[in-house]
């Protein structure tokens, strides 16, 4: 296409529109720039100035271009007046020079300061407590350049004020704590009383004298006073009795009673005459006091020269009483300790007592004193050698001793056991020993861990010799007895072989009462000679008696014919009562055999005892004969026999019932009534 005029105008008009576009797509883009700028402009100021840091930046000649608003609060100047001023300014001149170059920055990157504690000082000036207001704080710090051109610094400090200030008490109270520590007695005051001193001068405390009333809590109390006024070291002032007629002990009591700090700021307001008379006779001239209670007593710091406290100054204060609080109540617990460990070992340092307490290992962690009068071996002994108990034991006891005090799933077995073992000379002793775990945690406790062991031995060998002798005692009058049973029984019969020897010259009548006094003697006999055999010789076997003796009558009496039903559930009985039913039996069960089965009739004889103790029984004798005739009175018997029986009851405080219903029976009740 040929270029025409019209060409280059339509050329010219579209190169004014891209024109037209490229200037507004830079005016675009520089209001874009702009408003990203302005926005991260606003977002990095606001991290800047809502930092609790000091956000700083100083031009080449060392002087403030910059700061955030933590200045003030940290050293009172506000941005703007702060800007200007040289950074020395805020430098003590003692730091100045060795801190210049650190503080006005010109490394950059790793050689940048990173960490360096300074102290800065604020515009406050001279306060009550101190002549400036200084601030530990942590600086890093890097240069600023353009190009290679330096041309200022930028850099953070931080508060570490308090940090400083609480590692700083730390320290003081460890101090504290190691001479509180010393303590075994209300006497080992004075070095806790030194350290205290110490603590308030590290703490920089603005004190002028310091003192500690001490409370014996005794009949009436006493107010033990120890101070540092007019005196090197800290002394014990004065002691004093709180009564009624001294007001200054009592003072003292009723503000550790009161359990609250007192705190007189002005005393001249707060107090009378007489009172700071003898504030003034113990801490001198006196501005302000502080009485702080702890658990025995009460701690006083005073102030002289207007000074006055801050509120840290009372919260550090507040702490060293509960320092001594800690101390007088550890010395406390040592006390109860020491009495319970004198109450341990007079347990068990009792003579003829020993107490072993033994590790899971098998070592020996203690063993009483008593052991070397015993055996003649010292405690220290068994310590070196955690074998030399088994050694002494007897062979014969070993292997029993080896299983006493061997443990199930780490739960020693609780037991006792007797055993012997040797002393030194060679004689062997009788010992018994008990076996306790001993726990210490609950935890332990619960889960059936023990940590160790405490072995008790007694002992035994007196009492093992008085033993043998009261066997072998015993053993000799158990022969004795049963000697003396079996001649008694030999002599019942021989009277039974005397009355039948006599009875032959009698007539049928009279040989039948001999008959049944043969009978009486023979059931009589017939217990001692169940306890002649008996390995109990003051109890007999009721069954077997009662038996044997029915036996014996159903021979006597020819009755082969009648069975024998007994029925015994009673423990064995004492003398005094089985021979009554003995006797008792006896008489019905020869009645039974000689009048309820006539003509060698059959038939059942029932004998049955029962008895839950030795007071309550119920005893039947009774028969399924032909019954008592009907003229028998049972209350008026006019046999012998059922006499005997009414009064052997009696004798046993029975009573007695009869029952005619399918033959006779005979019961003998007695109840606990």
Same mark, same amino acid.
């Given at each position: $296409?040929?270029?025409?005029?019209?060409?280059?105008?339509?050329?010219?008009?579209?190169?004014?529109?891209?024109?037209?576009?490229?200037?507004?797509?830079?005016?675009?883009?520089?209001?874009?720039?702009?408003?990203?700028?302005?926005?991260?402009?606003?977002? =990095?100021?606001?991290?800047?100035?809502?930092?609790?840091?000091?956000?700083?930046?100083?031009?080449?000649?060392?002087?403030?271009?910059?700061?955030?608003?933590?200045?003030?609060?940290?050293?009172?100047?506000?941005?703007?007046?702060?800007?200007?001023?040289?950074?020395?300014? +805020?430098?003590?001149?003692?730091?100045?020079?060795?801190?210049?170059?650190?503080?006005?920055?010109?490394?950059?990157?790793? @050689?940048?300061?990173?960490?360096?504690?300074?102290?800065?000082?604020?515009?406050?000036?001279?306060?009550?407590?101190? !002549?400036? !207001? *200084?601030?530990?704080?942590?600086?890093?710090?890097?240069?600023?350049?353009?190009?290679?051109?330096?041309?200022?610094?930028?850099?953070?400090?931080?508060?570490? /004020?308090?940090?400083?200030?609480?590692?700083?008490?730390?320290?003081?109270?460890?101090?504290?704590?190691?001479?509180?520590?010393?303590?075994?007695?209300?006497?080992?005051?004075?070095?806790?009383? %030194?350290?205290?001193?110490?603590?308030?001068?590290?703490?920089?405390?603005?004190?002028?004298?310091?003192?500690?009333?001490?409370?014996?809590?005794?009949?009436?109390? *006493?107010?033990?006073? =120890?101070?540092?006024?007019?005196?090197?070291?800290?002394?014990?002032?004065?002691?004093?009795?709180?009564?009624?007629?001294?007001?200054?002990?009592?003072?003292?009591?009723?503000?550790?009673?009161?359990?609250?700090?007192?705190?007189?700021?002005?005393?001249?307001?707060?107090?009378?005459?007489?009172?700071?008379?003898?504030?003034?006779?113990?801490?001198?001239? +006196?501005? #302000?006091?502080?009485?702080?209670?702890?658990?025995?007593?009460?701690?006083?710091?005073?102030?002289?020269?207007?000074?006055?406290?801050?509120?840290?100054?009372?919260?550090?204060?507040?702490?060293?009483?509960?320092?001594?609080?800690?101390?007088?109540?550890?010395?406390?617990?040592?006390?109860?300790?020491? &009495?319970?460990?004198?109450?341990? @070992?007079?347990?068990?340092?009792?003579?003829?007592?020993?107490?072993?307490?033994?590790?899971?290992?098998?070592?020996?962690?203690?063993?009483?004193?008593?052991?070397?009068?015993?055996?003649?071996?010292?405690?220290?002994?068994?310590?070196?050698?955690?074998?030399?108990?088994?050694?002494?034991?007897?062979?014969? !006891?070993?292997?029993?001793?080896?299983?006493?005090?061997?443990?199930?799933?780490?739960?020693?077995?609780?037991?006792?056991?007797?055993?012997?073992?040797?002393?030194?000379?060679?004689?062997?002793?009788?010992?018994?020993?008990?076996?306790?775990?001993?726990?210490?945690?609950?935890?332990?406790?619960?889960?059936?861990?023990?940590?160790?062991?405490?072995?008790?031995?007694?002992?035994?060998?007196?009492?093992?010799?008085?033993?043998?002798?009261?066997? %072998?005692?015993?053993?000799?009058?158990?022969?004795?007895?049963?000697?003396?049973?079996?001649?008694?029984?030999?002599? &019942?019969?021989?009277? #039974? /072989?005397?009355?039948?020897?006599?009875? /032959?010259?009698?007539?049928?009548?009279?040989?039948?009462?001999?008959?049944?006094?043969?009978?009486?003697?023979?059931? $009589?006999?017939?217990?001692?000679?169940?306890? =002649?055999? #008996?390995?109990?010789?003051?109890?007999?076997?009721?069954?077997? =008696?009662?038996?044997?003796?029915?036996?014996?009558?159903?021979?006597?009496?020819?009755?082969?014919?009648?069975?024998?039903?007994?029925?015994?559930?009673?423990?064995?009985?004492?003398?005094?009562?089985? *021979?009554?039913?003995?006797?008792?039996?006896?008489?019905?069960? #020869?009645?039974?055999?000689?009048?309820?089965?006539?003509?060698?009739?059959?038939? @059942? *004889?029932?004998?049955?005892?029962?008895?839950?103790?030795?007071?309550?029984?119920?005893?039947?004798?009774?028969?399924?004969?032909?019954?008592?005739?009907?003229?028998?009175?049972?209350?008026?018997?006019?046999?012998?026999?059922? @006499?005997?029986?009414?009064?052997?009851?009696?004798?046993?405080?029975?009573?007695?019932?009869?029952?005619?219903?399918?033959?006779?029976?005979?019961?003998?009740?007695?109840?606990? /009534?």
């Amino acid at each position: $296409m040929a270029d025409t005029p019209d060409n280059r105008d339509d050329q010219r008009d579209m190169h004014g529109e891209i024109e037209q576009l490229r200037n507004e797509v830079d005016r675009l883009r520089s209001r874009d720039v702009a408003q990203e700028l302005k926005l991260s402009e606003a977002k =990095y100021r606001a991290l800047i100035e809502g930092s609790s840091d000091f956000i700083y930046v100083l031009d080449k000649e060392g002087c403030f271009t910059f700061a955030n608003q933590e200045v003030e609060n940290l050293l009172g100047y506000t941005p703007d007046e702060i800007l200007g001023k040289h950074y020395s300014a +805020i430098l003590l001149a003692e730091d100045l020079a060795s801190l210049k170059y650190a503080f006005a920055e010109r490394r950059t990157g790793e @050689r940048a300061t990173h960490q360096l504690e300074i102290r800065l000082r604020s515009r406050s000036g001279v306060t009550g407590d101190v !002549d400036m !207001d *200084i601030r530990h704080c942590s600086l890093s710090a890097s240069g600023i350049y353009q190009d290679e051109a330096y041309w200022g610094t930028h850099g953070v400090a931080r508060d570490i /004020s308090e940090r400083k200030y609480q590692a700083t008490k730390q320290l003081a109270l460890q101090q504290l704590h190691r001479s509180i520590w010393t303590m075994t007695r209300a006497d080992d005051i004075h070095p806790v009383l %030194t350290a205290i001193r110490d603590c308030l001068h590290t703490m920089e405390v603005p004190y002028g004298e310091f003192g500690v009333y001490v409370l014996d809590l005794g009949e009436p109390p *006493i107010v033990h006073f =120890y101070g540092t006024y007019d005196s090197a070291e800290i002394t014990k002032k004065g002691q004093w009795m709180v009564t009624d007629a001294e007001s200054f002990a009592g003072h003292t009591m009723g503000v550790w009673q009161s359990g609250e700090m007192v705190h007189s700021r002005v005393l001249e307001n707060d107090t009378t005459h007489h009172y700071r008379d003898r504030l003034a006779e113990f801490f001198g001239d +006196i501005n #302000s006091i502080i009485d702080i209670p702890f658990s025995h007593g009460v701690l006083t710091v005073t102030t002289k020269d207007g000074t006055r406290f801050s509120s840290r100054n009372i919260s550090f204060v507040r702490e060293l009483a509960e320092a001594l609080s800690d101390g007088f109540r550890r010395m406390e617990d040592l006390l109860d300790l020491k &009495l319970s460990e004198q109450r341990y @070992r007079t347990l068990v340092e009792t003579p003829n007592l020993v107490v072993m307490l033994i590790d899971t290992e098998g070592n020996f962690l203690y063993t009483s004193p008593q052991i070397e009068t015993w055996l003649g071996y010292a405690p220290a002994d068994f310590y070196a050698d955690a074998s030399l108990m088994m050694r002494l034991v007897h062979p014969a !006891d070993q292997d029993t001793l080896g299983s006493f005090m061997t443990t199930t799933n780490g739960m020693p077995v609780l037991r006792n056991l007797e055993y012997r073992w040797s002393s030194t000379d060679g004689q062997y002793h009788w010992a018994s020993g008990w076996l306790f775990p001993v726990y210490e945690t609950e935890g332990d406790a619960q889960v059936k861990r023990a940590n160790m062991v405490q072995v008790v031995v007694q002992d035994t060998t007196e009492s093992k010799q008085i033993e043998n002798q009261i066997k %072998t005692s015993l053993e000799e009058k158990e022969v004795l007895l049963k000697e003396i049973h079996h001649r008694v029984k030999n002599n &019942l019969q021989i009277i #039974s /072989s005397l009355l039948d020897l006599q009875s /032959s010259n009698l007539d049928e009548a009279a040989r039948r009462i001999f008959a049944d006094c043969q009978n009486r003697i023979n059931s $009589m006999a017939l217990i001692h000679e169940e306890l =002649y055999h #008996s390995t109990d010789l003051a109890h007999v076997d009721f069954e077997t =008696y009662a038996g044997n003796l029915a036996e014996s009558l159903i021979g006597t009496y020819g009755a082969a014919s009648v069975g024998l039903e007994l029925v015994v559930d009673a423990l064995p009985l004492t003398l005094d009562k089985a *021979i009554p039913m003995g006797l008792i039996i006896n008489e019905l069960v #020869s009645n039974s055999l000689k009048h309820a089965f006539p003509g060698g009739a059959a038939g @059942r *004889i029932v004998i049955s005892l029962k008895a839950d103790d030795e007071e309550t029984f119920v005893l039947v004798v009774g028969d399924n004969g032909i019954g008592l005739p009907a003229d028998v009175e049972p209350q008026n018997p006019s046999s012998l026999g059922l @006499r005997l029986v009414y009064t052997l009851a009696q004798q046993l405080r029975g009573k007695v019932d009869l029952s005619r219903e399918n033959g006779t029976s005979f019961t003998i009740v007695r109840d606990a /009534s």
